[in-house]
């Protein structure tokens, strides 16, 4: 792969939406595992080496096991094996992302995502170690993929705007409650099957979704803890990483001379501005925005 090509899947991580990056980080991950797996069977070792791997990220019910690897709460929710499973969760999270971002921002997508995806692990871990159907299945099972965060994000949306309505090919205009309720149903429907763990989890987003939007309405911001240790992370990053200036002569109406670290910067300054601006267009609506804030929401959506 050229230079070329890594330098414009890099800027458009850089420089995309939260919910790009959480795309491309689930596509780079599913490559990444697929090519490892791929070099486990080109050098025709251990047939169970490729399935240890894959377990070694996706989360276990068995608390013991989990013990010892308590990342696969975060990593499992980025981990996919079979291409439609990734293509149809990338298609959900696409879709259902752009409403949200319309309406709550970037930081609270990023909030759902995770936060959603630990609570659906965290269901799939109880149901598992309570309900006596599981107990046989209990050492052997692992949760893997997408699904419970994109759930997540789907029911807080549908539970944010309700009516807003989607036009489906075969059905036409739908309001997006319905597509909600109706995957929760599915979901609880298909707990009997072949996947019981995959659809308790996704009931475990869903209903962080509905929990987050619901005291979000009543001024509580539930992520407001994750964000918080999220900007120390970043800022430290951003404090000890490199010194080394190299300036660009960025596009733009200032044509002004920039170094990578003040055109990211200077990015992030504006996106901090703008979910601010958007989180209080979610508790009071468009009209309680200054004519400032007005002028600097038209000026950055303009830029986009």
Do not use: C
């Not at 989360?59 to 013990?67: G, I, Q, T």
């Not at 055109?263 to 004519?291: A, P, V």
């Amino acid at each position: 792969m050229s230079n070329s090509v890594l330098d414009e899947i890099k800027n458009t991580f850089n420089q995309g939406s939260t919910l790009i990056r959480l795309i491309m980080i689930n596509l780079i991950v599913w490559v990444g595992v697929k090519l490892i797996l791929l070099s486990f069977f080109l050098l025709n070792t251990n047939v169970g080496i490729g399935g240890a791997f894959i377990k070694w990220l996706a989360v276990p019910a068995a608390l013991n096991e989990l013990l010892f690897k308590p990342w696969t709460l975060i990593t499992y929710m980025f981990l996919h094996e079979d291409f439609f499973h990734i293509l149809f969760n990338m298609l959900w999270l696409y879709w259902f992302g752009k409403i949200f971002l319309e309406y709550m921002g970037n930081k609270k997508l990023l909030s759902t995502y995770v936060l959603g995806g630990l609570s659906g692990a965290v269901l799939y871990i109880l149901a598992f170690n309570i309900f006596p159907v599981f107990q046989g299945a209990l050492p052997m099972s692992y949760a893997l993929g997408a699904s419970a965060s994109v759930l997540a994000i789907v029911i807080a949306v549908a539970t944010y705007v309700p009516n807003y309505t989607l036009h489906l090919m075969f059905l036409g205009p739908v309001k997006i409650k319905y597509i909600a309720i109706f995957s929760v149903l599915l979901d609880i429907m298909s707990i009997q099957g072949s996947n019981s763990g995959g659809h308790i989890a996704h009931l475990g987003g869903a209903i962080f979704g509905f929990y987050y939007v619901r005291q979000l309405n009543k001024g509580k911001d539930l992520s407001t803890g994750f964000m918080s240790i999220l900007d120390k992370i970043t800022s430290y990053f951003y404090s000890s990483g490199s010194k080394l200036h190299v300036a660009h002569s960025r596009g733009g109406k200032s044509g002004r001379g920039l170094s990578d670290e003040e055109f990211n910067s200077e990015k992030k300054t504006q996106q901090d501005k703008m979910d601010l601006i958007l989180d209080k267009i979610s508790k009071s609506g468009y009209d309680s925005l200054t004519k400032e804030e007005k002028d600097i929401l038209f000026r950055i959506s303009n830029k986009k």
